[in-house]
Nanobody
Framework: QVQLVESGGGLVQPGGSLRLSCAAS????????MTWYRQAPGKQRELVAGITSGESTNYADSVKGRFTISRDNAKNTVYLQMNSLKPEDTAVYYC?????????WGQGTQVTVSS
């Protein structure tokens, strides 16, 4: 059974930093691309950042230069380092992976950027 468990969210002031983690189980993690999405209240879920098994990365324009996605295959974990946070980064952040026709999501972790 595939499980994705996010952690690391919280309340942070504008300009601050957070690091999100997503621990995966039930998959051969090193072979999977992993993606972070976010969903703000009243908005559609959007892609934030992705990393392939070969560690190629891609980012939404809104987070380029501020967020960094990385992975530790020994720990079956993908990270999202978020710096220079803005109020508009406030959202629930979700971890995602896909295999063939199946798609898997974590439960999400809340990030709130506010003074």
């Amino acid at each position: 059974q595939v499980q994705l468990v996010e952690s690391g969210g919280g309340l942070v002031q504008p300009g601050g930093s957070l690091r999100l983690s997503c621990a995966a189980s039930g998959i051969l993690f090193k072979f999977y691309s992993m993606t972070w999405y976010r969903q703000a209240p009243g908005k559609q879920r959007e892609l934030v950042a992705g990393i392939t098994s070969g560690e190629s990365t891609n980012y939404a324009d809104s987070v380029k230069g501020r967020f960094t996605i990385s992975r530790d295959n020994a720990k079956n974990t993908v990270y999202l380092q978020m710096n220079s946070l803005k109020p508009e980064d406030t959202a629930v952040y979700y971890c995602n992976t896909r295999h063939l026709a199946a798609e898997y999501w974590g439960q999400g972790t809340q990030v709130t950027v506010s003074s």
